[in-house]
């Protein structure tokens, strides 16, 4: 008696003493009481972006290695990378929830589904992790806990971007003095879930003083998470505007964001 997983490995049942043992005369896919279920195999999850929501799918099988449907309860507990819980439920399995479905890896199979719907997974770190699931009903059945991968697919938290006193002049000065003075008066920003999250920042302004053969106009900026740390320092380089012209820059992206994190921007003259 045991646990199969996808790659054909097993693990023993336990089965507590005195359980009732029914003679039923059994299909292909019958419905048997929990305590003739001998192993359970094919636990997988996925998202749906039809549905929004995810499918939680297992197989149980009896002595005869034969797809069954039984009344169970299963455990469900979703982790992100760090380890932190998104997700913990209880849900009751009945025959409403078996049917047969077909993947290009394991054919058709006689499978239970559970369902979530998306707004009950909270946001993690990561888009990837790891589901647990342990299926057992009262005292007939219960195998040991078991998981399976969630790729790319978990909700993300959100990052959020602070610039501080906005408007704010920066100076641009060379060695003959004062180039050109600019005003920056609003930053935004998309914050991209990719498999490696980024933040693509926009800068607009206006050049409030300053000739239009300076060249470059150039503001200095530095970006803090909310520990206090430098996660990039550099310069935005704008090139020949005139006094009075407006500007819109998004040159700055910052790669790796922690989802969750709080980032601090700050702008400064420049001196060449």
Sequence with gaps: MGITDDGGHSMKKFILPLMIVLSLVLSSCSNLASSNVETLKGWSFQYNEGTNDYSV????LNKADQYVSANVDVDIRIEDESGTVLYSTTKSVTDDNFGYYTSQAAGEQYLAEIRIPEDEIAAGQSTSGTVYLTVYK????????????ALYCLPLLDVNLVAEQLPVEVNVNSYF?????????EVSFEYEENFSPLMRITVSGTKIYGESNSGYDIISYKILDSDGYVVDASQVFIYSLSQGDKFRD??????????GET??????GYDF
């Design 138 to 149: 009262d005292d007939s059945i219960r195998f040991d806990e078991v998981n399976c991968s």
């Design 250 to 259: 998004d040159s700055i992206v910052i790669y790796d964001v922690v989802p």
């Design 177 to 185: 003095g004062l180039e050109s003075t600019m005003q920056i008066e």
């Design 57 to 60: 799918f297992f197989a149980l």
């Design 263 to 268: 980032y601090t921007i700050s702008f400064s």
